[in-house]
């Protein structure tokens, strides 16, 4: 696992209390995580996630995953745990405006430390969010710790790929995404064995790489007059966000961070 220091919890949170999170809303709609709906639909297919279950969402952000679980496969109840206000409360008015509110429930804690009551859960879900927890081991425990006996932990996250970072690289990564740690497969499954999970997927999704040239073709071809609006008509920040982009780009092409898909079962 690759990590730094500088990058804390704070930094997160000012990431999707400012411009950077809406911009990220903008490339990837309501879903912020690479793949969107079609990526949702193959985790909670191959999890087995459906009617009638109640789940925890741990860094639940505006709270998209929460509503497609409880619209599109009829989960019956959801709680989303997440430290950053502002999206918190755009979920919070989303699901009320979407008549979801009765059904979903945001929780504003660390995730690491929910305050939630031990073994409840019938399956914990993430996606692409545990990469922002610096004390990922403590994450995953604590996943463990609130899904029942039986029940499944299913995430997808940004991973460290098999070629690896240099330490250069995994430095302006870090740095530029505000991720204080990056873990690869086989430490996610590690953690997970550790807290008494039989991990049935944990794999590449192979998503990455063209995922980050769609963002790319969409600010150049189609979105750039609203990306400037969100960061102020500021032309040069526009350029970095793309230069940085465009770095994440030939980092995945290379092999070196890719999407992890992962599905385990609490013994």
Not at 108 to 120: I, M, R, Y
């Amino acid at each position: 696992m690759k990590s730094i220091e500088s990058v804390k919890l704070a930094d997160v949170r000012e990431v999707y209390d400012g411009a950077e999170g809406n911009l990220w809303e903008l490339l990837m709609g309501e879903q912020i995580h690479i793949g969107g709906f079609k990526s949702s639909m193959e985790l909670a297919d191959r999890a087995g996630i459906g009617a009638g279950q109640r789940g925890v969402d741990l860094c639940c952000c505006n709270g998209a995953g929460m509503r497609f679980l409880v619209r599109f496969r009829d989960v019956a109840s959801m709680i989303g745990v997440d430290a950053t206000t502002t999206v918190v409360e755009r979920g919070r008015a989303r699901c009320t405006e979407e008549g979801l509110g009765d059904r979903i429930e945001f929780k504003l804690a660390d995730v690491c430390a929910s305050g939630l009551p031990d073994g409840q859960a019938d399956f914990v879900w993430a996606e692409d969010a545990w990469c922002y927890v610096e004390d990922k081991a403590k994450l995953v425990a604590e996943a463990a710790r609130v899904v029942k006996p039986g029940g499944t932990i299913a995430f997808t996250d940004w991973v460290e790929g098999p070629a690896g970072l240099s330490d250069e690289e995994a430095l302006a990564f870090l740095q530029g995404m505000k991720f204080p740690s990056v873990q690869d497969i086989a430490g996610y499954r590690s953690l997970l064995e550790r807290n008494g999970c039989e991990v049935a997927v944990a794999e590449d999704t192979g998503r990455f790489a063209p995922y980050v040239d769609l963002y790319l073709q969409m600010v150049d071809m189609q979105l750039t007059y609203d990306a400037l609006k969100i960061l102020g008509f500021d032309s040069e920040q526009l350029g970095s966000v793309a230069n940085g982009f465009g770095m994440f780009g030939k980092l995945a092409h290379a092999g070196k961070i890719a999407q992890g898909r992962f599905i385990a079962r609490k013994r």
